[in-house]
């Protein structure tokens, strides 16, 4: 699909064997890390090296990764390997420095916001140089690259199939998505009445709420994995939950609020209610439907509301995988997240329980 900017384009990467040096830095540091990387995948390289980024931790580091593509595993040195897998994402042809995230990945995710397009960090941003051995060379300098933002709604509803057979077996899944085949390149609202026929026909063939919510709570954003292992090291530094909890009380990273969301516990239980993604727009708001417009974090419930396509409160056990894959990575044990309050129920907040396993301290 090709975007109303011209520049930027959908288009379909295929999965490829990557080998890496992940590292909190800066930009300035990539130089190095690819020539390290070189020296020790040698023969195994078989592409451009690309730059995989997954964030900006609060003492303003960046998570980073130098990779190439691969023909075989190598595990060696500080360099591991992995898969990432195929998916479909948005790609900008562009020339110019290498050095913020902002000079990067800006054009793109400004085409997405005008367009409603969700995006995903999963597999993770990447730029791909296009010229070889040019990785190596200063990040000021000019460099003609590939810059690449993973898509939302196409891995949806890949996990979306997964999770219904998961839950419900495969007849469900078949019950549910059949016939419906997945609008890939298509338009948001493509996508968005796609999504509320699937949750529709998931409600009338799927009864129990439970199994609605596992089918659903592996579709959710990804949690990013670098905090859940900050968190998971402060927990067991702490030696207590309920001290964890103040500390991400106290987090002030996006904005002025808690990227945590200030957890609060009650027993067995841990409660949170999401701040609005509009902030200002929700303090302003006119009344209570322009503030839930400004309230909720979701792209596809914000173009089911352009558009006035009616999405299922059933869409918010997606939501709700965001604290699972949080609180079991924080945990090592499984939880139960129910949903108590949502947009799509009528309510003006998203609230959360976290219902812990035994013997939590």
Request: hydrophobic share 40%.
């Amino acid at each position: 699909m090709a975007l109303p900017n011209g520049r930027v384009r959908e288009r379909h990467i295929p999965g490829s064997l990557v080998a890496g040096i992940r590292f909190l830095g800066q930009f300035e540091e990539l130089p190095e890390k690819f020539t390290r990387l070189r020296a020790v995948a040698a023969e195994a390289v078989m592409g451009p090296g690309m730059v995989l980024y997954r964030g900006r931790d609060p003492g303003g580091a960046y998570h980073l990764e130098a990779a190439y593509p691969v023909d075989d595993e190598v595990e060696a040195g500080g360099v591991s390997s992995r898969l990432v897998p195929a998916h479909r994402a948005l790609c900008l042809h562009r020339e110019g420095p290498v050095d913020s995230p902002g000079a990067v990945f800006r054009e793109i995710f400004d085409v997405a916001g005008r367009e409603g397009l969700d995006v995903a960090t999963d597999p993770p941003y990447a730029v791909v140089f296009l010229h070889e051995r040019s990785e190596l060379e200063p990040v000021e300098a000019d460099h003609e690259v590939e810059v690449r933002v993973t898509l939302m709604m196409p891995g949806w509803a890949s996990r979306l199939a997964a999770g219904i057979e998961r839950a419900a077996g495969a007849e469900a899944r078949r019950e549910v998505l059949g016939g419906l085949p997945c609008p890939e390149g298509g338009s948001p609202e493509e996508w968005t009445r796609w999504a509320a026929t699937a949750l529709s026909r998931l409600d009338e063939g799927v009864d129990d709420p439970a199994l609605r919510r596992e089918a659903l709570r592996g579709c959710a954003h990804r949690f990013p994995e670098w905090r859940i292992e900050q968190m998971r090291a402060r927990y067991e530094a702490l030696g207590s939950l309920d001290a964890l909890l103040v500390a991400m009380r106290l987090d002030q990273t996006v904005q002025g609020q808690s990227w945590y969301e200030s957890p609060v516990r009650v027993g067995d239980a841990i409660y949170v209610t999401k701040d609005p993604v509009d902030q200002e727009g929700w303090k302003t708001a006119a009344d209570a439907a322009s503030r839930r417009a400004a309230y909720c974090h979701c792209g596809l419930v914000a173009n089911a509301r352009r558009t006035g396509v009616t999405l299922s409160s059933s869409h918010c056990f997606c939501g709700s995988g965001w604290y699972d894959q949080l609180w079991e990575g924080i945990l090592g044990r499984p939880v139960t997240i129910e949903v108590l309050q949502s947009i799509l129920k009528g309510d003006d907040c998203c609230t959360f329980a976290i219902h812990l396993p035994p013997g939590i301290r």
